[in-house]
């Protein structure tokens, strides 16, 4: 259960980056990346090195 707690955290941290560097609403964002938030999602572990 931690593992989802940590994954979830990372995803919403990283449309919140991503939206503010671009000058973005998160929307737009989440929207854009679509379909690979799923694996941002699953594959938290890896990318958070």
């Known amino acids: 259960m931690m593992k989802n707690n940590n994954a979830l955290f990372y995803t919403c941290s990283l449309i919140e ?10 929307k737009d964002v ?8 799923e694996r ?6 890896v ?3």
């Open 30 to 37: 989440i929207h854009h990346l679509g379909d690979d938030l």
């Open 47 to 49: 990318f958070s090195l």
């Open 40 to 45: 941002i999602y699953y594959y938290e572990d």
């Open 17 to 26: 980056f991503i939206s503010r560097k671009t000058k973005n609403h998160p």
